[in-house]
């Protein structure tokens, strides 16, 4: 059995040998990095992207940075592997597992009551969810990251033909 470390490195390597890959990641790194930034400027009402872009520190765009590389690696890593199985059996479980984690980066990069409340109120959750997560938020972003981590390292397995299931 390989070490997950190296096994990690061998499933993220291993689709940056096209530089059609890397091409992609930088692409879909700016995609969500984008997406990441607007979607509280259109889910609040009188926000402007200048208005945003004043509002996050630093640190928030560390966070956006972190969440926008793992996202783009995950998807340039199932891209890949659809290409070379082109079988969508075996594939979906860590897609949807993926997608999950993905929804879950974009509900973690909202910082603040007013762009968090109209994101959760799509989906139904109230103002108390929406207080809740605001004074954990941080540790949500841990938590996250670890999620889109373990995606990733899921994907790898997959890549790396260790496991046919993740």
Known sequence: MKQPLYTLWLGIHEPFKNKNYAFLFIISFFVFFALFILIPVWTVAGNTLATQLDI?????????????SLSSLFIIMQVYIMRQKRKIGGVSTATA???GALFAGIAGTAFCASCLAPLFAIFGIGFGGVIFVLEYRFYFVA????LMLIAIYLTARKINKICTSC
């Open 143 to 146: 938590g996250i990251t670890l």
């Open 97 to 99: 597992g993926g997608l």
């Open 56 to 68: 996050f520190t630093a640190r928030d765009y560390v966070v956006l940075i972190l969440l926008s």
